[in-house]
């Protein structure tokens, strides 16, 4: 775990909060960092209901298991991102520094002697979000893959590259649903943190062309 007084977040020295608005306005782009999450890497059995039991025991919510969706406890507090057959991504929006490891500790106790690993990855990964009616349009211009709508709704998830960066893509909300403006869309986008300061400028040129306001941090 990082040293309370050392951390920062991967965006910090780019001075972002002075530069944030409450209101996009005209703006059709909005872009602000996820600062301070919990993510951690589980690997497990999906075909073992008794790994799946365990792991629902400690995140009071079941595991997605069907290719590139999500899952969200009731209390909003924890997601998992489906990542691989055997593979997930579990993040929680609690910025203490020791959140991670204990995220971690939990799921590992949940575990017992089960086949699986855990592995804190908290602060290996920035966050940008992406929000707006021309989110989607920002995305593909350097991403392969099909984001429209119909194919990429609200809760999927997906590893990918924007531009030459390696990513993976949450669609937290869309079209009137969780906060999203109706024709907008809110995308998480996860990247290694030292890709952050790149990925940010890349997606704040993209956007340009139809009007960027950075929000305040979230």
Known sequence: MV??????SPLAHLGLDARAVSDPGSAAVSLCERRFFALVNLRGRPRDAAFLDAIESALTMRLPT??????????????ALWLGPDEWWITAADPAPEAGPRL????????GGRPGAVTDISESR???????PRARAVLQKGC????HASVFGAGQCAQSHV???DVVLHLVAENGTNGAAPGAATFDVYVLRSFAEYLWRWLADAGREYGVAIGPSR
């Open 3 to 8: 040293e309370p007084y050392l951390r920062q």
């Open 66 to 79: 069907t290719a590139n969706t999500t899952a969200t406890a009731a209390d909003g507090a924890v997601s």
């Open 104 to 111: 971690a500790a939990r799921l590992r106790e949940a575990l």
């Open 126 to 132: 920035a966050c940008i979000r992406i929000a707006g």
């Open 144 to 147: 392969p893959l099909d984001l």
């Open 163 to 165: 531009s030459k960066a």
